[in-house]
């Protein structure tokens, strides 16, 4: 793996992911108030919601699809990728956030590893359109900017969790990697159905459209 993705995968590169819970602080509002599990085992059902419904049918296939588009150099097919992407989130808090961090990204990634392919993907372009392009113009392979998009959004949710759960870094990162041991199944799911995109993810979705009216905020979405 490229160093280049070591940094682009980094809670260092400045894309301003920390602010966004992605819906998180919404639920775990309901979960503190609820049914008596462990912070640990909620975390661990969230995460995997995440990367069964979230990365696995909407995400994780853009990004399998974005990275081919920019190594063809399809241009109309990548803004129709993108535009997909923006009519198939039902949530405008998720829709926002996606384009706020994908905007960060490709500016920053411009600035640090110039090439002429990224002047053609929109600036504001969804996370993993831009994501994506960042990988393709770094010659990473298509898997693994797949899995590497995978972590990216897994580690920043339980990041996230840390600051919104009683749970201490250890118990995380130990649910963080039991999440992570499941990417390479998802991927394989992903590159079998060819990158098809679908989304049927409720309960995160109104997590995220119900993070609005919190009477008290951490996170922008």
Known sequence: MKLALLHLCDSLFPTGAFAYSDGLESASANWLAGDGATPGTLLAEWLD???????????????????LAVVDGDWPALAALDEELEAIRPSSASRAASRAIGRRLLTTW????????????????????????????????????????????????????????????????????????????????????????????????????????????????
Do not use: K, N
């Not at 919601?49 to 990275?67: K, N």
């Open 49 to 67: 919601a995440v990367l069964d419904e979230s990365i696995g049918r909407l995400e994780g296939p853009a990004v399998w699809q974005a990275w």
């Open 110 to 221: 411009r600035a640090l590893h110039p090439d002429e392919r990224l002047a053609r993907v929109p600036a504001s372009s969804a996370l993993p359109i831009a994501f994506a392009a960042a990988c393709a113009c770094g010659a990473i392979d298509r898997r693994e900017s797949v899995e590497a998009y995978a972590y990216t959004r897994l580690a920043a949710t339980a990041s996230a969790a840390m600051r919104l759960l009683p749970i201490g870094q250890t118990e995380a990162h130990r649910v963080l990697a039991a999440a992570l041991d499941e990417v390479p199944r998802v991927a394989d799911g992903i590159a079998a159905r060819g990158g098809r995109i679908t989304s049927f993810s409720p309960a995160l979705d109104i997590a995220a459209m119900t993070q609005q009216y919190l009477h008290s905020r951490v996170f922008r979405s």
